[in-house]
Structure formats: structure tokens, C-alpha cells
């Protein structure tokens, strides 16, 4: 029998469809901005912010776009899926700059369909459609640092 790989210890237990939702919003502004990442995420089962570094503010119409993305590919039924790789397989895929310096060698990870890859430890839905809406509450802009509040509407996930 094959011993699994240690990983990297996880302190939170998310609330699986707004982790999801994350990666999606994520995968989002990377592809609408070219941004990195969210650096400064708080994840909540009710109502959770992120933090994006971007030059400018994004425009109510831009808002409304990331919106309309985010509930386009969790609307597409995607499979949330999971791939254990070493650190130089993953860094073929994957940004690996927030992960600690003692880091496994071994990474976990997460694949929404073809929409978004990640390493990540935390806890996830198997489908997009476990999700739910995504809303975008308030957003503000400063020094940088587009703050964004969001929650999920209708979430049909029920926990195992």
C-alpha cells in the first residue's frame, strides 16, 4: 500500500460553497484584470470579502461583469476535482507564490472544470451546481487595493 504524502496542515474548516465560489471569482479576476490572486481573503458560510491589487477601481459596469462571470461557470455545472502533483509539476499550472516556504513537497490541487486550477487545502463542493448565486455587496477602492463583499443566494448545498 502506497503511504500517502504528509501536506501542509489546515487550520479552518470552510464553508465548502463559498471556498469554491472563491476560486471561481479568482480564476475571474485574473482573467478580467491580470491581477494575481486574492492575497487578503475572508471566507465566511454568510458573507465573505477579497482583496484585489489593481491600478484603478473597476467600474460599476465591470462589477456587474465579474458578477455575471462568476454565476456564468458556477451555472455550467462544473466538477470541482483534486490532483495531488509535486511542487515543480504544479508551478507548470500554477501561481505557488502565496504558499509558505515550508510547504510540502507534495501540492493539492483544485480544478473547477477547466475554468480554474489552484493549490489549495480547504474544503470544496463537487459541482458548480452546489453553489448557489454569487452577489457582489459593496466594493470599495484604496491605495491599490480593490476590497470587494460578496455572499451566495440559493444555495442548495447541503453538507455530508
Known amino acids: 500500500m502506497q503511504q500517502e504524502s504528509q501536506l501542509n496542515a489546515h487550520n479552518k474548516a470552510e464553508f465548502p460553497p463559498m471556498h469554491t465560489a472563491e476560486h471561481i471569482l479568482n480564476g475571474t ?23 484585489y491589487e489593481l491600478a484603478q477601481a473597476p467600474t460599476e459596469e465591470q462589477v456587474r461583469e465579474i458578477e ?4 456564468e461557470q458556477i451555472a455550467r455545472n462544473l466538477d470541482v ?8 509539476q504544479a ?10 516556504a515550508d510547504a510540502s513537497e507534495t501540492l493539492r490541487i483544485v480544478r473547477v472544470g477547466d475554468y480554474d486550477n489552484c493549490a489549495c487545502i480547504g474544503a470544496h463542493v463537487k459541482n458548480t451546481g452546489e453553489i448557489g448565486t454569487f452577489r457582489i455587496l459593496t466594493h470599495d477602492f484604496a491605495d491599490g487595493r480593490w476590497r470587494m463583499r460578496f455572499k451566495l443566494e440559493n444555495c442548495p448545498y447541503v453538507e455530508e
Open 29 to 51: 479576476m485574473v482573467k478580467m484584470f491580470g491581477c494575481p490572486r486574492s492575497r487578503n481573503a475572508h471566507i465566511e458560510r454568510k458573507k465573505s470579502k477579497a482583496d
Open 68 to 71: 455575471n462571470r462568476v454565476n
Open 81 to 88: 476535482t483534486i490532483e495531488f502533483m509535486t511542487r515543480e
Open 91 to 100: 508551478a507548470e499550472l500554477v501561481d505557488l507564490s502565496k504558499l509558505p
